[in-house]
């Protein structure tokens, strides 16, 4: 029988290090330091701790708690059928770049939202990483197309573009026999 995996609150990483696992607190996008938390996610120390870590991460709750901010169409979105009707695999990711988009922008006006605030604030800090820019503008095109925002402010905005990845000349292709190994290599194979 496979356990299933315990998911661990919004900012807590497990790590595991000499062969035994820590948890600690740490918000990523802000490159903050790792704060130590209590090991059993049950308990009410650990409970205790993780609010007092988020304490120090949040931003001012007025704006957050407004019906129109980005963060509350979040979590008006990942309470909706549509969310809930997801695969646990795709709730995943949706639940990672939605989570960022609310401790990036999450105190931002939804309906206040224009194709040149989205260029400017949400996808700009994302140039160098077009795959993230990507996956965030494809988020936001869909909390807009749930919440029915007219006009569509992503209306216009390309895909984000990577850089070229070009295919290996035959000079670096790797020698392989049939096994899947180095042609190079006389060691046996590994079992």
């Not at 708690?65 to 995943?92: C, G, N």
């Not at 931002?108 to 194709?115: D, M, N």
């Amino acid at each position: 029988m496979t356990r299933k995996r315990r998911r661990l609150p919004p900012h807590v990483e497990a790590n595991t290090v000499k062969g035994h696992t820590y948890l600690s607190f740490r918000v990523r996008s802000q490159n903050g330091p790792r704060i130590r938390l209590p090991d059993d996610p049950t308990s009410e120390e650990f409970r205790l701790a993780y609010a007092a870590a988020m304490g120090g991460t949040q931003k001012s709750a007025t704006k957050k708690d407004s019906p129109d901010s980005i963060s509350a169409k979040i979590t008006a979105y990942m309470a909706s059928p549509a969310y809930r009707a997801l695969s646990d695999s795709s709730k995943d990711g949706y639940n990672s770049r939605l989570e960022q988009i609310r401790t990036d922008h999450g105190h931002r006006a939804f309906s206040g939202l224009t194709k040149e605030r989205v260029e400017t604030f949400i996808l700009a800090p994302l140039a160098n990483k077009p795959g993230a820019a990507l996956d965030t503008l494809k988020k936001l095109r869909i909390l807009i197309n749930h919440f029915k925002l007219t006009p569509d402010p992503t209306a216009g905005i390309k895909r984000p573009k990577g850089n070229e990845i070009r295919s290996w000349a035959d000079g670096e292709m790797p020698l392989t026999n049939g096994a899947g190994r180095s042609a190079r290599s006389s060691a046996p194979p590994m079992r």
